[in-house]
T-cell receptor, first 116, second 112 residues
């Protein structure tokens, strides 16, 4: 079975440019999560979707960040304009439906973003 | 709010040594507890989990016991291998949804 798919795996861009990260969750999963990982702050939850609806976006750093989930098989995380402090590894994860305690998340390989 | 505290790394061991990585948590209610592992260049993978007090999660020789009285979920393995070198994350889930709160991770380095 295919796992969570993220693209691109690596992105290098210049400050001020728009960056779009993409995620395809595991088929049948109905929850999707975007995380950011840095050395300083560890893993931070940015936003969480359930059945394509954003449930909790309190972790989104600021208005430069936006996320969408237009359908059950695709999500994007956009940064506009990008800044050097956005450099990090961004992970997408998905989890299957079930009781609230299903809570096992399956992670993609991540996108390593470098903003120069 | 909820939080997870892990021992800082790196933890450096020789092959076949005993491993303990400490994890304590702060949460209201009755959280589920997890250990995830991240190998170099990869995403996180669930290693084991426990959903209630005194449960023991185990996988691939690793185990951890949910201790509510000490709010701990320490990871142990009796004999580590070089292939166990990775970053280990303790996490908890304590909401009606599936969100996870992670610790900062502990790097394990195992030498032959």
């Amino acid at each position: 079975d295919a796992g969570v798919i993220q693209s691109p795996r690596h992105e290098v861009t210049e400050m001020g440019q728009e960056v779009t990260l993409r995620c395809k969750p595991i088929s049948g999963h109905n929850s999707l999560f975007w995380y950011r990982q840095t050395m300083m702050r560890g893993l931070e939850l940015l936003i969480y979707f359930n059945n394509n609806v954003p449930i909790d976006d309190s972790g989104m750093p600021e208005d430069r960040f936006s996320a969408k989930m237009p359908n059950a098989s695709f999500s994007t995380l956009k940064i506009q304009p990008s800044e050097p402090r956005d450099s990090a590894v961004y992970f997408c994860a998905s989890s299957p439906p079930g009781t609230p305690r299903t809570d096992t998340q399956y992670f993609g390989p991540g996108t390593r973003l470098t903003v120069l | 709010g909820d939080s997870v505290t892990q021992m800082e790394g790196p933890v450096t061991l020789s092959e076949e040594a005993f491993l303990t990585i400490n994890c304590t948590y702060t949460a209201t209610g009755y959280p589920s507890l997890f250990w995830y592992v991240q190998y170099p260049g990869e995403g996180l993978q669930l290693l084991l989990k426990a959903t209630k007090a005194d449960d023991k999660g185990s996988n691939k020789g690793f185990e951890a016991t949910y201790r509510k009285e000490t709010t701990s979920f320490h990871l142990e393995k009796g004999s580590v291998q070089v292939s166990d070198s990775a970053v280990y994350f303790c996490a908890l889930s304590n909401s009606g949804y599936s969100t996870l709160t992670f610790g900062k991770g502990t790097m394990l380095l195992v030498s032959p």
